[in-house]
């Protein structure tokens, strides 16, 4: 007991003991031994201490209180004494780690959610649902979910219809560069059925006066066959009254084949010729 030997110690020095050399050989060696059974009695109580801590911090939820106390304990060389309580440390500790990372990347994926919602981006949204999802976040935000899924839904409908826009007037652009009034049709109704004049009014107008200009094109190109037809007939019959008006429509039409108008005119003037002998 070093208190008993502190104290026998002590009185060995109150009584002379020492003043000789065996006596002084003999108080250094007791002075040696109190030392080392000081040392062994705080080395005692520190395990016994570190063992406490580590029995509590082992029960607690701090990871850092419990890393303090598993170093403590290892200071103390309770490893071996105490092997169980140790493992059981360890095991607590690794749970916490994995409880404390599971719960920064659900706080992580629940802000990243709330981001992507205010945001525009379908893509960055998805991901973050699907992420959200799969770290179980905002457990406690039972709305947070649809939400986010109706957010997704708007921002998927505005992608799709965005990207028919762009489709429309991709083939409205072709179709009038081309000059074809079917596919110009076609392409126009798809762009107004897809609310891209909107946007792109400008084209619409364009691809509307177009269509305009081809159809009146094609409107004379037809009255001036019509008239060029009517005119052929009217040079191969003998009705004076037929040719002059068939020759007028196909002039006042823009027929420009000459060999059918100097025909026309030969054969109005050969009538012309009859019908005055005839009045002879």
Request: no cysteine.
């Given at each position: 007991d070093?208190?008993?030997?502190?104290?026998?110690?002590?009185?060995?020095?109150?009584?002379?003991?020492?003043?000789?050399?065996?006596?002084?050989?003999?108080?250094?060696?007791?002075?040696?031994?109190?030392?080392?059974?000081?040392?062994?009695?705080?080395?005692?109580?520190?395990?016994?201490?570190?063992?406490?801590?580590?029995?509590?911090?082992?029960?607690?939820?701090?990871?850092?209180?419990?890393?303090?106390?598993?170093?403590?304990?290892?200071?103390?060389?309770?490893a071996t004494s105490e092997k169980a309580l140790v493992k059981k440390a360890e095991v607590r500790l690794v749970f916490l780690e994995a409880e404390a990372r599971a719960a920064k990347r659900r706080a992580e994926a629940a802000e990243a959610l709330r981001l992507a919602v205010e945001g525009t981006d379908a893509d960055a949204l998805r991901a973050a649902l699907s992420e959200a999802r799969e770290s179980k976040a905002c457990a406690e935000d039972a709305g947070a979910f649809e939400t986010a899924e109706a957010r997704l839904a708007e921002l998927e409908e505005e992608a799709k219809v965005a990207r028919e826009r762009a489709e429309a007037a991709k083939a409205l652009e072709t179709a009038t560069a081309d000059g074809d009034v079917e596919p110009m049709r076609r392409a126009l109704a798809r762009a107004r059925a897809c609310g891209l004049g909107d946007e792109r009014a400008e084209l619409v107008a364009e691809a509307e006066a177009r269509i305009e200009e081809l159809e009146e094109a094609a409107r004379r190109a037809r009255e001036r066959a019509d008239a060029a037809e009517a005119l052929r007939s009217a040079s191969n019959g003998t009705n004076l009254g037929d040719l002059r008006m068939a020759l007028f429509s196909a002039r006042e039409c823009g027929v420009d084949d000459a060999e059918l108008l100097d025909m026309a005119e030969a054969k109005l003037t050969e009538l012309e010729e009859r019908a005055e002998a005839a009045a002879a």
């Open positions: 070093s208190e008993a030997l502190r104290a026998a110690l002590q009185s060995a020095e109150d009584i002379g003991v020492g003043e000789d050399e065996e006596g002084a050989a003999l108080l250094g060696d007791a002075k040696t031994r109190l030392e080392l059974m000081e040392e062994h009695e705080r080395a005692k109580k520190e395990k016994a201490e570190a063992t406490k801590v580590l029995a509590q911090a082992e029960q607690g939820s701090d990871i850092e209180v419990l890393r303090q106390a598993m170093q403590r304990a290892r200071s103390a060389g309770i």
